[in-house]
């Protein structure tokens, strides 16, 4: 067995790791100072994306900026941007050309382009289209203010540098869009891993680990402010790894992980995302421990066959996939699975196509992402093979693991009616204001009548009374 209650030796206490985040920044609202200045961010592609917009509004703040809804009462337009397929950087141009009108009705408004795409395509931005004044790299956020400054004198400016330290620790983010229950912490930035078909490493450069001290603030001070559920955030958490230059105390992910649960035991923690190759049986253990881990991973397996999973270089083969989620199934009876898929890779035939769709079956995963193959220049796939599955079979492939993986949540959640779940009430649900959406520790989204005395942030007792595909309908139980 592994140890329990572990402690963080040093001299820096949280308490000290506290003082960077002392000004906790809630969640903002729209404020009409005169003459202040107001910024509009639109975030895509992941919740790393969504938390650095976080970081961004953070630093934005400090300089004097308050964000706004709304892009035409904005002195700056910023547009944080996902590059993972090319579907995402295509979304990405159209809402350039709707800030382009703006920006040519309104002389002096400032547009930046930053994330991921900034990562990959920072000349042509600024030479080519000639959309943006500003471009600026995930590492590069806390020279936004001076870069800013030079765009409003007129001058394009790009910082695209990436950084094998930068963590952002010391920044407490403002929480834009929130429930003000749930919330992002990231705990580490980049991606050492290099699959095949991932532009990541590129956009994100080397993987770095945030000190443990001010994760633990941030939670704590996260909880003090009403929230209960934290997700820690990583490209791969379980390669989390922090050695205290004072003490030499190594903390991994699964310390990193119980020291967030020992916060207060109302508040739940979840993470994303964990990588077959380095899920390890002490995180599964240590999330058997704590009542307020929540039992749930994102596993993403990619493929179901060997030798795609190979050429992906994902590092693991389908039998390693398959004793990993043997491992949760008996260490964590309890848990759900969901994960990623990737149909149309590279050379793959039709018969490992089949793997793909019997490793979903076999897995009975809660849920699914799923994707057609999308070649990304640079990446190791683009250079060594041939985008060769033509995009019709990939979309067909692709509709078929969709097909099954939707009558598989549908059986997952039928498998649930009966049942009484504690579920953490989010707010309302979107359908209907006499509702309450919530979530269990599954990461099964419920959906049930209110009732009075009860508030987003409390925890209830909730019986399954019907289900569909994506959310489990109940009663709160007397
Ligand atoms: N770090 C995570 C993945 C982050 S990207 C992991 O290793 O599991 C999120 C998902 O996007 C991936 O899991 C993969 O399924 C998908 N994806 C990434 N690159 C892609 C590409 N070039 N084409 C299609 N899907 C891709
Ligand atoms: Fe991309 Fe692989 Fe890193 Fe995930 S682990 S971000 S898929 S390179
Ligand atoms: Fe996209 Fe960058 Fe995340 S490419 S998926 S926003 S790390």
Request: with cysteine.
């Amino acid at each position: 067995m592994y140890d329990s209650n572990p402690t963080l030796e040093g001299l820096k206490t949280i308490d000290e790791a506290k003082q960077g985040n002392v000004l906790f920044k809630e969640h903002w609202q729209e404020s009409s100072v005169p003459g202040e200045k107001k910024f509009y961010i639109e975030s895509y592609g992941c919740q790393m994306n969504f938390s650095d917009s976080e970081i961004v509004a953070s630093i934005l703040s400090d300089v004097g900026y308050s964000p706004t809804r709304n892009m035409e009462d904005s002195d700056l337009i910023l547009i944080n941007t996902c590059s993972i397929r090319e579907k995402a950087e295509e979304t990405v141009r159209k809402r350039l050309r709707v800030f382009d009108v703006l920006k040519k009705q309104r002389p002096g408004l400032v547009v930046g382009i930053l994330g991921c795409m900034a990562e990959r395509l920072k000349k042509k931005w600024l030479e080519e289209e000639k959309l943006v004044d500003l471009v600026v790299g995930p590492d590069a956020y806390r020279d936004l203010p001076n870069l800013i400054g030079s765009a409003e004198d007129g001058h394009r400016m790009v910082n695209v540098l990436l950084s094998r330290e930068e963590t952002y620790a010391d920044i407490s983010p403002v929480r834009l869009e929130t429930n003000g229950i749930t919330a992002f912490i990231s705990i580490m930035r980049g991606c050492d891993n290099m699959c095949s078909f991932c532009v990541v490493p590129f956009t994100r450069g080397r993987e770095r680990s945030r000190d443990p001290f001010s994760v633990l603030a941030e939670a704590t001070n996260l909880f003090e402010n009403g929230y209960r559920e934290v997700m820690l955030l990583g490209q791969n958490v379980d390669s989390y790894k922090w050695d205290n230059p004072e003490t030499g105390q190594h903390v991994d992910f699964a310390d990193l992980l119980e020291l967030v649960a020992q916060v207060h035991p109302s508040l739940r923690v979840r993470f994303s995302t964990s990588h077959p190759k380095d899920m390890s049986d002490k995180v599964l253990y240590t999330m058997a421990r704590h009542h307020n881990i929540c039992k749930y991973i994102h596993l993403p397996v990619q493929s179901g066959n060997s030798r795609v999973l190979d050429m992906m270089n994902r590092t693991y083969d389908r039998p390693w996939c398959e004793q990993r989620i043997e491992a949760i199934r008996r260490i964590l009876p309890e848990a759900t699975v969901s994960s990623d898929i990737i149909t149309g890779f590279c050379t793959e035939t039709e018969e490992e196509h089949q793997d793909t769709l019997s490793i979903v079956e076999w897995a009975n995963f809660s849920m699914a992402y799923m994707f057609y193959y999308s070649e990304r220049p640079g990446t190791l796939a683009a250079r060594k093979y041939a985008d060769d599955i033509p995009e019709d079979v990939k979309k067909r492939r692709l509709n078929e693991v969709i097909r099954l993986q939707t009558a598989i949540s549908l059986r997952h959640n039928q498998a649930d009616i009966g049942k009484t779940f504690e579920v953490l009430i989010e707010g309302n649900s979107r359908k209907s204001d006499a509702d309450f959406c919530g979530r269990n520790t599954q990461n099964k989204v419920l959906v049930f009548p209110k009732k009075p005395g009860l508030k987003p942030g409390d925890y209830v007792q909730v019986t399954v009374k019907d289900a569909t595909s994506a959310t489990l309908l109940g009663e709160i139980e007397a």
